[in-house]
């Protein structure tokens, strides 16, 4: 009998969801062309639910569509199989039902033999509990994740899928937003980039914007020059930023350019808002897995009421790339790592290998087949990269040491 193969995408996007379910459609196609693929709709909300659809004949022929957009084209959500209490109160299963032999059930039902789950650190290590449920339940099914994440924050996972991307994305965004600059004098814009807990996509944003400044040509005497244009300040979590040092040296950046752009992880000072809203009475809000919600925690604003009279600054404009950048397909390098992480998965999966295809630092580097176990979210950006020192000297900041959260204005 054919393979019945299954896919699933979860968590927020990021530019290589599309693309990871084409390039698995690729490769079946070669080593199992006779399998019956089918998508769970809306990531395990829709396996909860039993809501599926089956990949006809003209997706596994015009696969490579798939690598020209972004989004998920089954969908995704934000659903932790083991937060039974959560599980219940968005309704995705019954009162007394436990989500884990909800979702097995389904998928034996289905007569699943693969399942593909593509998400970061969250959606696999969910992927892990199911296939542990599974197997202790005495049906075996090979669980094979794809790791994507903008925030590149997954142990032990030198590169996650879509991150590049994202990264210029938020480059490009930004390349419009610095004009707003001319709108005001003494104008602070605040660029809050995604990142929880990690600021590689902060840096490589940074880093991705000051590369295509570098290819522009400016104007000094109608005042268009790089110097105002320019990145003036990289603030994440990782790093241990002298306050009182960092607004001194913004100020003299305000007096000679009569702006400032802030790149800002939006993971930078959260533990500090956190602590003030909750002193003041305010509950946080947390999601499935129990973060807190940043986006009604908005990192930017508090930071934008915090600097305004610090730096004097006439007006703020506080920005965010995420979804803009996240949305978006991936680019030539990103999709060359996700086709060669997808090729790899299917393989793993036909030879009845569970874990996540994903180039493994444990070893060297080389694309692996790594056991859920050690999957693991919030793995910090490693500030000690050249490449991220460099830009810090040549903006004029200093990088600091390495501490637990942003200290807070």
Request: proline fraction near 4%; charged fraction near 25%; glycine fraction near 12%.
């Amino acid at each position: 009998m054919p393979k019945k193969i299954a896919f699933l995408t979860a968590g927020g996007l990021a530019p290589c969801l599309s693309s990871s379910i084409g390039g698995l459609i690729e490769k079946y196609n070669e080593l199992a062309p006779e399998a019956e693929l089918s998508g769970y709709l809306n990531g395990y909300q829709g396996l909860l639910h039993g809501r599926s659809m089956s990949f006809p004949a003209e997706v596994k022929d015009k696969h490579e569509i798939l690598y020209r957009f972004g989004g998920s084209p089954i969908g995704n959500s934000r659903v932790k199989l083991t937060n039974v209490e959560d599980c219940e109160k968005r309704g995705l299963v019954q009162a007394g039902e436990e989500p884990l032999k909800v979702a097995a059930e389904q998928l034996q039902k289905d007569g699943i033999d693969i399942l593909h789950t593509i998400g970061g650190d969250d959606t696999n290590t969910t992927a892990a509990d199911l296939a542990g449920y599974l197997h202790d339940n005495g049906y075996e099914l090979t669980v094979v994740g794809l790791p994507k994440t903008v925030d590149n924050d997954v142990f032990p996972i030198v590169q996650t899928l879509g991150a590049w991307t994202a990264a210029e994305q938020g480059a490009v965004f930004f390349e419009n937003i610095a004009n707003e600059n001319t709108t005001s004098t003494r104008h602070l814009i605040i660029h809050e980039v995604m990142g929880r807990h990690c600021g590689w996509l902060t840096g490589a944003t940074a880093e991705a914007y000051r590369k295509r400044l570098d290819e522009w040509e400016f104007l000094p005497g109608m005042r268009l020059t790089r110097e105002c244009w320019d990145v003036h300040a990289v603030w994440v979590p990782e790093m241990d930023i002298d306050l009182g040092a960092e607004v001194e040296r913004l100020n003299r950046v305000m007096a000679d350019q009569d702006c400032v752009n802030l790149f800002l992880s939006e993971g930078a000072g959260m533990d500090a808002i956190i602590r003030e809203k909750e002193a003041g009475g305010e509950e946080v809000r947390r999601d499935a897995f129990g973060h807190a919600r940043l986006d009604e925690l908005n990192p930017g604003k508090w930071f934008a009421a915090k600097l305004k009279e610090k730096l004097g600054a006439d007006k703020v404009l506080v920005e965010k790339s995420g979804y803009f950048g996240r949305s978006a397909a991936p680019n030539a390098r990103d999709l060359e790592l996700i086709r060669k992480s997808a090729f790899a998965g299917a393989e793993y999966a036909l030879n009845g290998q569970s874990g996540v295809a994903g180039l493994d630092e444990d070893k060297g580097g080389e694309m692996s087949c790594i056991e859920f176990p050690r999957i693991k979210g919030g793995k910090p950006f490693d500030i000690e990269l050249p490449w991220f020192g460099a830009m810090l000297a040549e903006i004029g900041q200093t990088k600091g040491d390495r501490a637990e959260g942003h200290q807070a204005p």
